[in-house]
Every structure is written in C-alpha cells, then in structure tokens.
C-alpha cells in the first residue's frame, strides 16, 4: 500500500507491522488524519523516545522487552 496505511477490515499483527534495525529507531505511521495518527516503532536496546508535546494522546504497549 502505497499509503503506508494498513487495510482496514482485517486483522493486523503489530510486530510484522515494522521492521527491527540494529542501533535504531524504527517509525511506521499506518493511519495519518488530522484528528491524531497511529504508528508502530521498533527500537533496539539503549534506544527511546525523546520528550515531546503533542496536541493528541500519546498510547504506549510494549510488545517484547
């Protein structure tokens, strides 16, 4: 999909969704609309988020780690 979003309708496995790099930060925005966006991050150890503000909540799951 050129998009990057996912097809809706079916079911998603978020661990297939991103691809795992050494020494990095992976971001993958699946659905972008003005009233926020979803993406699923991948990072490798020692790597984080970096604090900022946004205007929409910001949702965490840790799937391995």
Known sequence: MDSGEIKKGIS???VEIVEYLQNSVVIKTILRKSTGNISVMSFDNGEGLTE???PFDTFV???RG
């Open 12 to 14: 998603n496995i978020t």
């Open 52 to 54: 900022r503000t946004t």
């Open 61 to 63: 799951q840790v799937v």
